[in-house]
């Protein structure tokens, strides 16, 4: 135990000497690093309920060596190095074959212990098996984990506790609360749950779960902090106070934590869509009733606006939303609405009023370079290039939404009438009255096409430049060489 302790503790400081440049050409074997998982995994099992903190480490161990090995999930090239300098890329895949093989080699006893921790684990050990279960199912090509979790319960089991975290999770979102616990476990799980939905079969699983009804059920995201007043709020009032981000930062502030709680459901419910596809017409009814639950959450994030709280979450829930709504409609196919009831319907109408109204705010690219600007000014880091990425989806997603409005018509007798959404005039719209809504014009159509043709002529000419210098390499400055470098390295 404490000698595969002490190698996964190695494996972090070689893998900084290797990308460092100082040291070269030094990597573990393949054979070594499955003894390490070997030693992990039989000390994982036979590890007793008195041996908690002892679990705990082994978790946190065999998480990182999973992450550090499996190719799909590895979070920088730093870790792919420790693995990869050796033997390269057929030795690497050899390497995750052999992880899945002694993985499956310890049958139902690993499955069990892992399951079982993460469903009724101390808070500490909850979070880290569905850390260990969403890394184990990313490459488990075979299902035998997702089916081992479906027949003995523990799917049902990890989406119903969603609703009996309800009153934790609302406990959580009070001003002063340090119930922060369950705030983690809730988002280990849902990075699980996600990482199911991403196979067709994972995400009929949890469809089948009743998963979309229990995040109807749940309460906690409807306690959106100042939902009404956070959209279009005057400069002055868009300060860390106001906005109520944490100043300590071992106790985030509500708005925060809230933020915490809904993003995760909401790229949850997006990634189910995804994976069913777009003509699964229960899926999109039961996500229209979530919608419904709570539209007043829903309404304020498509509010023109949004994006003025400067900061990229603001615009990340944009992205989700409109993506979710995107998908909702395009589900909702012509003739098929007659099993919907009204107030649903009711609620996909003024949806379509609020995506709409998006289109001048977020379909032109030339306002893209405004609002990134003023949110990486706000924001460290990535800011800006998260900026530009949220910004694209939700132009992607609207003018999507636009498409199937234009298409999805009224049906006649011989031919379908096409819906009008754009009034038939090529001049500038009078856009001086806010308060009234108004159709778009076709100049604007006009306008979002050449943009998009220049946009897409653009990036034409640069992928066609840096092919050329691929094919080049040896002709390239010092200086080109890292740009090349940097645009393509895995974590750009």
């Known amino acids: ?106 049958g139902e006893a690993l499955m069990e212990r892992i399951c079982r921790d993460a469903c009724d684990g101390t808070d500490v050990i909850q979070m880290l098996a569905f850390s260990v279960l969403d890394s184990i199912v990313s490459f488990d090509w075979q299902n035998k984990w997702l089916n081992h979790l479906i027949l003995k319960g523990y799917l049902q089991h990890s989406v119903d506790s969603l609703v009996r975290d309800d009153g934790a999770l609302r406990e959580a979102l009070s001003p002063g609360s340090e119930l922060l616990k369950v705030l983690y476990i809730y988002e280990s799980k849902l990075a699980f749950l996600t990482r199911l939905a991403q196979s067709s079969t994972g995400a009929q699983a949890l469809f089948r779960c009743g998963l979309i009804s229990r995040l109807a059920e749940c309460t906690f995201l409807g306690m959106r902090p100042e939902a009404t007043s956070l959209v279009g709020v005057s400069s002055e009032a868009t300060d860390e106070s106001y906005l109520g981000f944490a100043h300590d930062a071992f106790l985030p502030a509500v708005t925060e934590r809230y933020l915490q709680l809904l993003l995760p459901a909401l790229r949850l419910v997006l990634t189910v869509q995804n994976s069913l596809g777009k003509q699964h017409h229960e899926a999109s009814v039961q996500i229209l009733a979530l919608i419904s639950t709570f539209s007043d959450i829903f309404y304020a994030v498509l509010k023109p606006g949004h994006h003025r709280l400067l900061v990229v979450s603001s615009l990340e829930e944009v992205a989700l939303v409109t993506g979710i709504v995107c998908r909702v409609a395009v589900g909702l196919a012509p003739g098929s609405t007659t099993s919907v009831s009204p107030e649903l319907l009711t609620t996909a109408s003024r949806l379509r009023r609020l995506v709409l109204s998006l289109l001048h705010q977020y379909c032109l690219p030339e306002t893209w370079e405004k609002i990134a600007r003023a949110v990486s000014s706000s924001d460290d880091g990535d800011a800006y290039d998260a900026a530009m990425r949220y910004l694209q989806e939700i132009c992607s997603n609207v003018v999507t939404y636009c498409r199937h409005a234009v298409s999805e018509g009224t049906y006649g007798s011989k031919f379908r009438m096409a819906t009008i959404i754009f009034e038939p005039s090529l001049t500038e719209e009078n856009r001086s009255s806010a308060s009234s809504f108004q159709l778009p014009t076709l100049r604007f159509l006009l306008r979002h096409l050449q943009v998009c043709c220049d946009h897409c002529l653009s990036a034409f000419e640069a992928c066609q430049l840096y092919k050329r210098k691929l094919a080049n390499m040896s002709e390239l400055s010092s200086e080109e060489m890292r740009e090349v470098e940097v645009l393509y390295s895995p974590t750009s």
Do not use: C, W
């Open 1 to 106: 135990l404490f000698r595969s302790l002490l190698l996964m503790a190695q494996l972090r400081p070689d893998a900084k000497v290797l990308t460092s440049g100082h040291v070269s050409g030094a990597s573990l074997p393949a054979g070594t690093l499955h003894s390490i998982l070997r030693g992990v995994l039989e000390n994982v099992i036979t590890s007793g309920t008195g041996q908690l903190r002892v679990r705990s480490r082994l978790y946190a161990a065999l998480l990182y060596y999973l992450q550090s090995t499996n190719s799909g999930q590895q979070e920088s090239a730093d870790l792919s190095v420790v693995f990869g300098v050796a033997g390269g890329v057929e030795s690497h895949d050899n390497l995750e074959a052999g992880n899945l093989d002694l993985l499956s080699s310890y």
